[in-house]
């Protein structure tokens, strides 16, 4: 797996700890600040694993490895550790039926570094299976396209992944 795509979601702590009374509040979990970001990444990588309309099983175990890295300490969603089934029947929804991708590049607006984190996990899971084939060479561009990725890092990214 990634270890980058590990490193992005540990660096979300500094942002989780801006709003501290979401985590303790339990009334409506899905509404919550990082449950919402969390199906945020869920989306994008949804979206990435059915790029060509196929579901591989490499995409999905680094998908799965990548939701219980979410619940490590220190992560996006260690405060839910207590509720960690009710949240994954919440992403887990949300992979089948992901947000659109209009939400999921607001999300990144005006944030380069967090744009191209995105477009680097998607580039991870596409290439798991070591090649790409026109759906995903056209997912990706496209993809680059919505996130506003310059050319010169999508080329590196890819490359990372694709050499």
């Known amino acids: 797996m990634a270890k980058k795509i590990v490193q992005n979601l540990k660096q979300v702590k500094g942002n989780k700890n801006k709003h501290p009374e979401s985590i303790q509040s339990t009334l409506d979990i899905e509404s919550d600040l990082h449950i919402e970001y969390a199906k945020v990444l869920l989306s994008l990588w949804s979206y990435a694993c ?5 579901f591989k099983k490499k995409e999905g175990d680094i998908v799965g490895e990548l939701v219980n ?6 992560c996006l969603l260690s405060g839910f550790q207590a509720q960690k089934k009710p949240v994954l029947e919440i ?12 939400t999921i590049t607001k999300v990144v607006l005006d944030n380069d570094e967090y744009a191209l984190n995105f477009f680097e ?5 596409v290439a798991s299976d070591g ?8 997912f990706l561009d496209d993809l680059a ?3 506003k ?15």
């Open 149 to 163: 990725i310059s050319h010169m890092d999508k080329v590196r990214v890819e490359k990372k992944y694709l050499a």
């Open 69 to 74: 890295v979410l619940f490590e300490p220190d």
């Open 91 to 102: 992403l887990s929804k949300t992979f089948e039926n992901p947000l659109p991708m209009k």
């Open 131 to 138: 090649a790409l084939n026109q759906e995903e060479i056209r």
């Open 50 to 54: 059915n790029a060509d309309g196929q």
């Open 145 to 147: 396209n919505e996130l």
């Open 121 to 125: 996990d998607a580039v991870c899971i």
